[in-house]
């Protein structure tokens, strides 16, 4: 038995494992006949969903309809009532069966997600007018919605749609500064389940004909085994440098964001590998769990193929989704260049080296022997950035290909080592069709944070919008500088109970708007994607912001340290993230906006890189010696220097075209700092033992 496979026996393992289920939408695992039940009913609809990318056409309220009925169909048959035992009542909390109670609700909760569909030609000539069938199917779909949405994401996302909700019910009633005219209940069914305007809105519309695609595409580079090469591949390139387990976890957990849009499983993949290979060369536990935590969550982030949400920037903003790979590739490579660094610091803090060569697998035997994973992802990166493609197409073609290397890699092997054909040919069959369970499951807590989100979006179309921005105008007192801090400081107290792509469809809806209104109030012009993108990043951070952050509960379950030091540390490491949204809503220079020449974009990228190991060095207390008092102003000047050199150029009369002169003011700052450190420069630790 290997190292790797005793770990997985342990309580740690299980535990991360677990949570990663329960993320990916792994809820009942029923015996008998009803264990096909629910792979059955997510294999349909992944064909349905890889039919309307090719031959099948309809309308796109249709296609809405029919996603959000099958995931909450697979919802009421997946996940039971409550999660434990009370009131003597089994049934509810049933594992090991699916209860007939849960059939009925499945069913009811599908029909009134799809009777949009089945009276179309009528609900769309009384939209305003709802007849009495209309209201209840309606109020039946949000509160089947709401409870779908309680058992899967659990009761904050629920909780903050009901008080909207109740606030635009109950909005004469308020304090004037919070009045609203409120809505009737025909007004609100016709908005929330009888238009495009609530649950039917954008994001769902997205979540149904792009993010799906994706998420089946992850889940079958997962089933073919990809994620746990990316990460052999990664210990093959880095395990021997100074910290190179830490390195190897930053470089695999990003090429694992393109297998899992989940940062729990993300960290199950790779942090197998990595936590105990990091603890073996020195990295206490919190640590090792921290770096994992970070390079995980942050997986969301890297261009080209991102998280759920940024196909719904894409709409939001109305721009291909190029675009938002534009204006998000420096911020993100730079986030993850700073981790990079950040690894190397905490290395040289601790005396710590690489694993040594010869205990690594060999980098080129690594990659020729699962060159055949790179093909759909190449496939997908040349139609998405070359061809320019829509992402539901080039993620279409990229899983065709990625099927018919799954249906040839295993009897090539058997091939290869002189073993049946037949049963491998029969086993790949097997994997396809479990891919396609497990993208369907996957998919559910996305279809349902979508759409729940909807009802809070809906709510603020029918008035409330105008009367959001004064709200908050009135609590930052028109400071942007304050505004944009009431929002990372709300996005990350919200993100802590809502998955990432809820929380900035949330925060988008109420505060996106605000920032750039307030902004041009007061003669400060904000891109609307600098705005949506600010929302996107606080998002993602909540995934591991204490004490609440499941991504720290898996990793500290591997790592066998305590989840909220584990929290805190991986909080730490990401405040090198938390700054670059507050420097690109004043450099719009980081998003590229209105930059089109490479030399320029190269440029903006290098310098934002070495902002951001500034940045890092000041906040982790290390440049190549512990800081001195002294030696943090100066690391925080050339941080600013390097992130801002509009403001820089602002304040000594240069002209802005002229603003990039200002570079090497930031990098005499950083090497001065440097100079000062490299005197008091510990001496290189003995190499760890392997």
């Known amino acids: 038995m290997t190292e790797l496979e ?40 992944s064909f349905f969903q890889l039919s309307i990318a090719s ?22 048959l997946n996940y039971p009532l409550l999660k434990k035992t009370r009131f003597g009542l089994k049934s509810l909390s049933a594992t090991d069966k699916i209860p007939v109670f849960d059939y009925i609700v499945a069913l009811i909760a599908a029909f009134s997600a799809i009777y949009i569909v089945l009276d179309f030609g009528g609900i769309m000539g009384r939209i305003g007018s709802p007849i009495s069938r209309d209201v209840v199917v309606g109020l039946t779909l949000t509160v089947l919605l709401l409870e779908a949405s309680r058992r899967v994401i659990g009761p904050a996302l629920p909780f903050i749609a009901i008080a909207f909700c109740a606030y ?16 009737s209940l025909d007004r609100f069914i016709g908005q929330m389940t009888m238009s495009t305007e609530g649950i039917y809105g954008i994001p769902l519309d997205v979540s149904a004909t792009i993010v799906f695609l994706f998420v089946l595409f992850g889940a079958m580079l997962d089933k073919a085994g990809a994620g746990r090469y990316f990460i052999e591949l990664a ?14 976890a930053v470089l695999g957990s990003g090429l694992t964001g393109l297998v899992s849009g989940s940062s729990i499983a993300n960290i199950v993949t790779t942090g197998t590998f990595t936590i105990p290979l990091m603890k073996k060369v020195g990295y206490p536990a919190t640590k090792a769990a921290a770096v994992e935590v970070a390079a995980s969550t942050d997986g969301q982030l890297a261009p080209p193929i991102m998280g759920a949400a940024a196909f719904i920037i894409a709409e939001y903003v109305n721009v ?62 040349y139609e998405l950035v070359v061809v320019r493609h829509s992402p539901e197409l080039a993620a279409f073609h990229a899983i065709w290909v990625m099927a018919a290397v799954m249906l040839l890699q295993n009897p090539v092997k058997a091939y290869l080592k002189k073993e049946p054909i037949g049963a491998a040919f029969k086993q790949s069959v097997v994997d396809i069709f479990s ?16 759409a729940a989100a909807g009802i809070i979006v809906g709510v603020v179309a029918m008035g409330l919008g105008g009367l959001i921005t004064q709200i908050i105008d009135t609590l930052s007192g028109g400071n942007i500088y304050l505004l944009l801090i009431i929002t990372a400081v709300a996005s990350l107290v919200i993100g802590m109970g809502l998955p990432t792509t809820a929380t900035y469809i949330v925060m988008a809806s109420l505060t996106a708007p605000a920032i750039v209104e307030i902004g041009a109030l007061y003669d400060f012009i904000v891109p609307l994607m600098a705005a949506h993108l600010f929302c996107f990043y606080f ?51 980081l998003i590229l906006h209105n930059i089109n020449s490479w030399p320029a974009g190269l440029l903006i990228f290098a310098m934002a890189c070495m902002g951001n190991f500034a940045f890092a060095s000041a906040t982790q207390g290390w440049l190549v010696a512990k800081n001195r008092f002294y030696e943090i102003p100066l690391l925080l000047c050339a941080t600013f220097v390097l992130m801002r050199p509009d403001a820089i150029a ?12 200002m570079y090497p003011i930031g990098l005499a700052i950083f090497a001065l700092t440097y100079l000062l450190q490299r005197p008091r420069r510990p001496q290189v630790a003995a190499p760890a033992a392997a």
């Not at 938390?578 to 220079?589: G, H, K, Q, V």
């Not at 602002?650 to 002169?661: K, N, T």
């Open 435 to 450: 891919a396609l369970a497990a993208g369907g499951r996957n998919m559910v807590s996305v279809a349902l944070a979508t």
């Open 6 to 45: 005793e770990f997985e026996k342990e309580e740690g393992f299980d535990l991360a494992k677990k949570l990663a289920d329960e993320e990916e939408g792994v809820g009942r695992l029923p015996k008998g006949p009803s264990r096909y039940v629910i792979p059955t009913v997510a294999v349909i609809w």
């Open 168 to 183: 635009a019910f109950f909005g004469p009633y308020m304090p004037d500064i919070l009045a609203f005219k409120g809505v």
């Open 320 to 381: 291909p989704y190029i675009e938002v790979i534009k204006a998000a590739a420096i911020p993100a490579f730079a986030s993850y260049a700073a981790l990079f660094y950040i690894t190397h610091v905490e290395a040289s803090k601790l005396g710590l080296r690489g694993i040594p060569r010869a205990e690594l697998p060999k980098f080129f035997k690594t990659m020729v022997r699962g060159a055949h994973y790179l093909i759909p992802i190449l496939l997908l990166l």
């Open 235 to 248: 210990l093959s390139l880095l395990g021997g440098f100074k910290g190179g387990p830490a390195k190897a």
């Open 650 to 661: 602002s304040l000594l009369g240069v002209a802005h075209d002229q603003r990039f002169w």
């Open 539 to 589: 998002g993602i951070l909540a995934d591991d912001t204490p004490p609440v952050g499941l991504a720290a509960y898996a990793a500290a379950a591997i790592a066998k340290s305590d989840p909220i030091p584990t929290g805190i540390q991986g909080f730490m490491y990401d405040i090198r993230t938390a700054i670059l949204p507050f420097m690109f809503i004043f450099n719009s220079d």
């Open 55 to 76: 031959w099948l056409i309809l309308d796109t309220v249709f296609i809405r309809a029919i996603h959000l009925g099958f995931a909450l169909l697979i919802v009421f």
